[in-house]
């Protein structure tokens, strides 16, 4: 386990996720690593589902919680930036629409008729 950390803390987070993956004992520090090894490589998904792992392995452990902050916060931030910056929300039922006709309207031909918010 001290290798997987040494590996992270140099940046080499595909070596980490090597050494982890030969670990058979999995606990909360384990989840920890392997999250940290994966936000290293912008594998977010994982990594937020390796911190909640640890998480729920060890609620009490303050570096768990704020390694799950830190990725939970990082989605919420990059949606934040799009508004400021104009972009739209795709979670509008609008949104989802104007994107439903358009993509009927390319699979299935233009029948001459238009639908958008």
């Known amino acids: ?19 982890l993956e030969g670990i058979q004992e999995r606990g909360a520090r384990w989840y920890y690593y392997a999250a940290a090894a994966n936000m290293g490589l912008n594998n977010n998904i994982a990594a937020l589902n390796y911190a909640r792992q640890a998480v729920n392995m060890d609620p009490a452990n303050l570096e768990y919680r704020q390694l799950l902050h830190r990725l939970e ?4 931030s990059y949606q934040a ?19 439903s006709q358009l993509l009927l309207s390319c699979c299935c031909g233009s029948r001459g008729y238009y639908f958008c918010c």
């Open 1 to 19: 386990m001290q290798a997987a950390r040494n590996y992270i803390n140099a940046g080499h987070y595909r070596e980490a996720l090597n050494v």
């Open 73 to 76: 916060y990082a989605g919420q």
């Open 81 to 99: 930036a799009g508004r400021r910056y104009g972009m739209p929300n795709l979670n509008s039922a609008c949104t989802w629409l104007c994107l």
